[in-house]
């Protein structure tokens, strides 16, 4: 079974610039996340889609980050225009539960690396 | 809000060494309990979950864990740890009924020969 793929694996932008990062989840999977993880903490969700709807993105910063999930497959996350504390780890991860029924382990992607200057 | 606690931050052990990594969670209702494990370069990947039934869980590479409801824990634990076994391990934790996973800070494990 082919994994989470996510790219580019690493990004350097300067702050005000912006940024987009691209996930194609395991075939199947019709839940994708989208999580920040900051240097010395765990991964913190910031999107959460069901197919090509949001389910839960109450903790995007929306003046700045956005998803879109076409199709139901890929999906991409932007951030326009990027701080410094922007710099983290932008994980992807998909399961097979449908939304609601909470079980599912996530299958994650091994992430993009950005570094905001 | 949920939250979840991993009180050890960096942990370091000699190779057989038994190991226990704290988790402590808040949640009043029904939980779904994870152990995720991050090998140096590598992707979060399930060691172990917990949904229902017995409350000692055994997942993968010889590690187990036991969720005490009373006291809103879910330790990891392995008897024997390898050189291998250094990674990240993160404690996750979701409601019974919705998706949205809350991570720990993480620990990380550092296994001397």
């Known amino acids: 079974e082919a994994g989470v793929a996510q790219s580019p694996r690493y990004k350097i932008i300067e702050k005000r610039q912006s940024v987009a990062f691209w996930c194609n989840p395991i075939?199947?999977?019709?839940?994708l996340y989208w999580y920040q993880q900051i240097l010395g903490q765990g991964p913190k969700l910031l999107i959460q889609?069901?197919?090509?709807?949001?389910?839960?993105d109450s903790q995007l910063p929306k003046d700045r980050f956005s998803a879109e999930r076409l199709k139901g497959v890929d999906s991409t996350l932007k951030i326009q225009p990027a701080k410094l504390e922007d710099s983290a780890v932008y994980l992807c991860?998909?399961?097979?539960?449908?939304?609601?029924?909470?079980?599912?382990?996530?299958?994650f992607g091994n992430g993009t690396r950005l570094t905001v200057t | 809000a949920q939250s979840v606690s991993q009180h050890n931050h960096h942990v370091i052990l000699s190779e057989a060494a038994s190991l226990e990594l704290g988790c402590n969670y808040s949640?009043?209702?029904?939980?779904?309990l994870f152990w995720y494990v991050q090998y140096p370069g590598q992707h979060l990947q399930l060691l172990l979950k917990?949904?229902?039934?017995?409350?000692l869980v055994k997942g993968i590479k010889g590690f187990e864990a036991e969720f005490i409801k009373s006291k809103f824990s879910f330790n990891l634990r392995k008897p024997s740890v390898q050189w291998s076994d250094t990674a990240e391990y993160f404690c996750?934790?979701?409601?019974?009924?919705?998706?949205?996973?809350?991570f720990g800070t993480g620990t990380r494990l550092q296994v001397f020969p």
């Open positions: 991860a998909s399961s097979l539960v449908v939304a609601g029924e909470g079980g599912s382990p996530l299958h």
């Open positions: 075939s199947g999977h019709a839940t």
């Open positions: 889609f069901q197919n090509n709807g949001v389910v839960d």
């Open positions: 949640y009043g209702g029904t939980v779904n």
């Open positions: 917990y949904f229902s039934g017995d409350p």
């Open positions: 996750a934790v979701n409601s019974y009924n919705t998706d949205k996973l809350i």
